[in-house]
T-cell receptor, first 114, second 112 residues
Framework: SQELEQSPQSLIVQEGKNLTINCTSS?????LYWYKQKYGEGLIFLMMLQKGGEEKSHEKITAKLDEKKQQSSLHITASQPSHAGIYLCGADTAGGTSYGKLTFGQGTILTVHP | DTEVTQTPKHLVMGMTNKKSLKCEQHMGHRAMYWYKQKAKKPPELMFVYSYEKLSINESVPSRFSPECPNSSLLNLHLHALQPEDSALYLC???????????FGPGTRLTVL
């Protein structure tokens, strides 16, 4: 099974609606990263979470890491067409001397209809 | 300068060619990374350099040879590639290996 499970795989919403993307790890997370990617382009860093219970926000996007550090959620409020893209969670589950070894979830394709 | 640059943007090569991908950052980051991304799949880590030393090699075939000449530059030398190596190759950098990684735009590689 996948080390990092992301859900849903795809999401279609109407502009203005709220949405949530989940990322669940089978291992303890030493760092959880959220990225956005347009097809064929590089990844854009959104947020990094490290501490259990941590929550960060940037503009209309909020990310949380649960207390047990095995699950994270990304919430977008009042979605806009500019939010469309592929959202990827990346996890550092090794820590220690293997810092930097990120594995990614399969991604969530977000479509926002005007 | 707050970005990671990659050249070339596109590369087409034959299986007997030798080519190199280049990645550069001027943010003072001391960790740099190579990822491979196939279509509709997430990026997969290939190599990690920390303080110009190779710290992680994810069992990548020897036809891919990384090089970190200095703290700002990361190369990926390609030789005798196979068509299945065609992919988007992404470079990333971070202040230290435990910090968030910033990605370049990628090089689209096609092996004929």
């Amino acid at each position: 099974s996948q080390e990092l499970e992301q859900s849903p795989q795809s999401l279609i919403v109407q502009e203005g609606k709220n949405l949530t993307i989940n990322c669940t790890s089978s291992k303890t997370l030493y760092g959880l990263y959220w990225y956005k990617q347009k097809y064929g382009e590089g990844l854009i860093f959104l947020m990094m979470l490290q501490k259990g219970g941590e929550e960060k926000s940037h503009e209309k996007i909020t990310a949380k890491l649960d207390e047990k550090k095995q699950q994270s959620s990304l919430h977008i409020t009042a979605s806009q067409p500019s939010h469309a893209g592929i959202y990827l969670c990346g996890a550092d589950t090794a820590g220690g001397t293997s810092y930097g070894k990120l594995t990614f979830g399969q991604g969530t394709i977000l479509t926002v209809h005007p | 300068d707050t970005e990671v640059t990659q050249t070339p943007k596109h590369l087409v090569m034959g299986m007997t060619n030798k080519k190199s991908l280049k990645c550069e950052q001027h943010m003072g980051h001391r960790a740099m990374y190579w990822y491979k991304q196939k279509a509709k799949k997430p990026p997969e880590l290939m190599f990690v350099y920390s303080y110009e030393k190779l710290s992680i090699n994810e069992s990548v075939p020897s036809r891919f040879s990384p090089e970190c000449p200095n703290s700002s530059l990361l190369n990926l030398h390609l030789h005798a590639l196979q068509p299945e190596d065609s992919a988007l190759y992404l470079c990333a950098s971070s202040a230290r290996s435990y910090n968030e990684q910033f990605f370049g735009p990628g090089t689209r590689l096609t092996v004929l």
